[in-house]
């Protein structure tokens, strides 16, 4: 059995502009110890589908439909006190800004003690403990001194692992990771993308990456799942999606990007604007951006097709005779 | 790119003066460090690089190198502390120089939320530059100049009238661009212009920066830290570490041959978009963090964290020098490491 059943989740904000589709009809499944990207970009949906996992929408937000079952228990409907065991227990996240994350008036040191002590029956020394042995496993440098540092004694990267290490602290079997490295330079990001590979090997914990950064999914996930208005076009494993791309968006996405092989080429951007989630077209929400679009396309939405036993999509395209 | 390099080449055979030529420039600001003392902070030390007619030049390094600091004190939005900046081979020093300047040499910046003012209309915000630099004749002929410009950038003439809150990232960026390129510049500095736009926008606005550069004959300073984006629109490459610059080469040349080990470093970190060469990178690791500015190491502002560091990076400057034809390197070891 899957660790985590996503099935047919419908997230929807309510504005006083209109309901806003944020996630809309999404399925998938997580195995233990597996490392899955979920891509897009803003507006896509992938956050609110892990904040709709964590339950922990922001104010307007409700999960309207569906199904999300971990480890064989429903949290759709669970009452908060199920969730506060799952939240940081079974599932932790960590966020994009590190600095907006941590209490600046607190020590580091507290702030992980208070995590590991929320949730786990350990008393002040026993926490203080695990609290070291965390830092020292996401690589900091003189744990018992860092441990007495207020966050602006940090730096970024430094942030970011010491958030990796409070919510790995309780050893839980998912870890969100929401755009974890957008913020970092580049060899500060290879080390923490490198921390989390290594980290995951160590203890086995599955990771759901959220990121618009292909870079990243190509350097971290076992499996990819490429979101556009609230639903998934494709999913598979990391090597399909990126060498045998099968809805119209995930193409236009692998062309627009400069990569070391098309250097010195012209992109080939994907036309138009992002879609106003206030008004959904009928049919496949990529529609009026894609240039293979057909009749079928603006007036029906694709089913979901399987393309081999790793990899779907949702395109008209790939029901055309060749 | 292949017509781009082959003019480059050309310009450099028959040695015309650039149109930019940066000397030995510096940008120092104080930091209070107690009462009435200061300190100043090496944002820019001692820089010194040409920029052709008609190419990109890339400026890359991580937070805190100065790289956009750089660009700014060529442009003179900072004044500089020591140094000089020429424009085809005139030094820009007195306030009209600056002026005439700013008329040849414009900027794109990097967010495009809080560099549009909000209570301008686009048409206004276009239009600006012109009416600072008294460039038409009449209403008709600014009105025709700013539709022409959003022509240009892919804006809907329909457009002029509204306000920068009613476009979205990538439409304001344009909207950006638009501004700098109203007084009909050769050179234009754009600092991260396409960091802060989604992937598929991203695209669109890089082909665009590649468009005018031809019809409009433009030179770009391109700071950004996406390394891949940067090689993309870039002839040459310029890298930054600590207010200094480590490596300046041709933008293939610094991704395939990297010779300092700083660069090393930066370009075997970049997140390649393709699984296979992710498994097979081998990523030079670096120690420990970027020191602060304000207190940068003594010699070679790198040797703290450079795997190669011997006695003498850590007591003399290495000078930026040209190692080959065309690719200059700060480094004493060079000859060693590579």
Redesign the interface.
Known sequence: MALLEVKDLHTSFFTDAGEVKAVNGVTFQLDRGKVLGIVGESGSGKSVTAYSIMQILAGAGKIVSGSIVLDGMELVGADEKVMKHVRGNKVSIIFQDPMTSLNPTYTIGKQLMEAIMLHTKRNRKEAWDRAVEMLKLVNVNEPEKRMKQYPHEFSGGMRQRVMIAMALACEPDILIADEPTTALDVTIQAGILELMKDIQKQIGMAIIMITHDLGVVAQLCDEVIVMYAGGICEQGTADEIFYNPRHEYTKGLMRSIPTTSNAGRKLEPISGTPIDLLNMPEGCPFAPRCDQAMNICIHRKAEKKVINSEHYAACWMNEKPN | ??DKSEMNNTAAQSGEEPIIRVSHLKEYFPINTGFIRTKPLKAVDDISFSIREGETLGLVG??GCGKTTAGRTILHLYKPTEGDVFYRGKPIRTKQDITEFRKHATMVFQDPYSSLDPRMTVADIIGEPLDIHHMYGSKQERRDKILELMDRVGLNSEHAARYAHEF?G??RQRVGIARALAVDPDFVVCDEPVSAL???????V??MF?ELQDQMHLTYLFIA?D???V??ISDRIAVMYLGRMVELAD??EI?DRPLHPYTK??M???????????RANQ?V??KG?IPSPLNAPSGCPFHTRCPYAADVCRESMPAFEEVEKGRFVACHRVKEVN
């Open positions: 790119m292949s991580e937070s979205s990538g439409q989604d992937v598929s926008i991203q695209a669109q890089i082909n590649d830290h390394l891949l984006v090689r993309h933008a293939d991704y470093a930066l075997s970190a970049v997140p390649v978009p393709d699984p296979k060469v992710a990523r690791q670096l963090e």
